[in-house]
């Protein structure tokens, strides 16, 4: 019998919650009293513990450990003095982080329980999309005759959507800016956008091609909150009086750029800066959350030309206008639209979601990608791959 409860007790030790606790920069140990256990910390990380049982490493690291004790359970947990632990029932539930480099204490570089960003998860889905697209580029670059074929399909073609179809799942809640039940071509689907909502950290966004209409901004800055600062560059407004006019009833948080942006080494007939040099410019040297762009086929050239290493965004959406790409340039097949995908993916964004940008828009895609070390909550601060 004693045999039976012991086994039984093990099991229900394993039936507990996952928490993120930062790790401490010098070692300590607490254990399980109940469970007769001591468990060491290392200075990179803390291992979890709760009821007596590791639940799972983190590499986060902090300062000036202090304890607290789960007394139902006996477990003294060593803590950073800038978290807080919350504990209910005698379980560890959920840690959050206090102000840390500007950012506000409702800002978690740690995961609440049933986050489904939570590291783990992410790393899951990081695997499963390389898989994806190593089976995809076998597809194309295979030498046999029918990949050949399929490489040199038009990019509108049935099977270059499947192709083409999204493989990574948005590790937050997704919400999209428009349905098309309001308005043809509908608008974009946000990863994150209801964290983008519920934290107060300042947050960035570029917009490339208004044609004088910013549905999407609006509707970002009503969804998202006055702690918001919205680029919008378009240099082929031609009614200067028009666009005057316009530009004085933008809402503070909205700067209008009259000029383009382009790719490095290229040569528009307008005035264009890159992305880095925008950046720049704006002081958003480490980055801003959202880039969204509609150029009508001109997408082609600021994806081929632009160095999406150093252009640091969370989430990239844009419309691939394939059909006009193909009647300005030519040559426009599946296979040069995925190397255009994997310029953006080597730079480690992950393609979430693909539709039609409208019903009679035959060939145009609205894609949306968002970067594996991007966090609506604290931006590119808390890379689970750093």
């Not at 609440?112 to 899951?124: D, G, I, L, T, W």
């Not at 050949?148 to 959507?161: D, I, T, V, Y």
């Not at 809402?251 to 000029?259: E, G, N, R, Y």
């Not at 968002?370 to 590119?380: A, K, L, Y």
């Amino acid at each position: 019998m004693s045999h039976k409860l012991c086994v039984l007790y093990v099991a229900c030790l394993m039936l507990v919650l996952p928490v993120v606790v930062l790790g401490l920069d010098t070692p300590e140990a607490f254990g399980d009293q109940s469970g007769n256990r001591t468990i060491g910390l290392s200075s990179t990380g803390q291992m979890e513990i709760i009821k007596g049982t590791i639940v799972r490493k983190v590499l986060h690291r902090s300062h000036k450990p202090e304890a607290f004790s789960d007394r139902s359970f006996n477990i003294n947990v060593g803590v950073s003095e800038v978290g807080d632990i919350d504990v209910i029932k005698g379980s560890i539930v959920r840690k959050t982080q206090k102000a840390r480099s500007g950012f506000s204490e409702h800002q978690a570089t740690g995961y609440a329980v049933a986050n489904n960003a939570s590291c783990e998860a992410r790393k899951v889905a990081e695997a499963n999309a390389r898989a994806k697209m190593a089976e995809r580029n076998a597809w194309l670059y295979e030498d046999a005759s029918p990949h050949e074929r399929l490489a040199g399909m038009n990019s509108s073609a049935f099977h270059s959507s499947l192709i083409m179809a999204p493989y990574y799942p948005c590790p937050w809640s997704l919400a999209k800016t428009t349905s098309v039940k309001v308005r043809h071509d509908g608008g974009k689907w946000i990863c994150g956008l209801p964290q983008l909502r519920s934290n107060r950290r300042h947050q960035v966004i570029y917009s490339i091609g208004s044609n004088l209409e910013r549905s999407f901004e609006d509707t970002l800055l009503h969804e998202i909150g006055d702690n918001l600062e919205i680029h919008i560059y378009d240099p082929t407004i031609k009614d200067k009086a028009k666009l005057l006019d316009w530009t004085s009833k933008l809402p503070k948080q909205m700067h209008f750029h009259d000029m383009g942006i382009t790719g490095e080494g290229a040569k528009p007939q307008f005035p264009a800066i890159t992305l880095q040099e925008a950046l720049k410019q704006n002081k958003h040297e480490q980055g801003a959350d959202i880039l969204k762009f509609d150029i009508e086929s001109y997408e082609y050239e600021l994806l081929d030309t632009t160095n999406w290493y150093t252009a640091a965004f969370g989430i990239i959406s844009f419309e691939l206008h394939a059909n006009l790409i193909q009647h300005r340039r030519g040559g426009f097949t599946l296979a040069k639209s995925v190397e255009l995908f994997k310029k953006l993916e080597d730079a480690g964004y992950r393609l979430y979601s693909a539709e039609p940008v409208c019903v009679g828009c035959t060939g145009q895609t609205e894609l949306a990608w968002v970067h594996r070390d991007w966090d609506p909550t604290c931006g590119f601060s808390c890379s689970c791959f750093a």
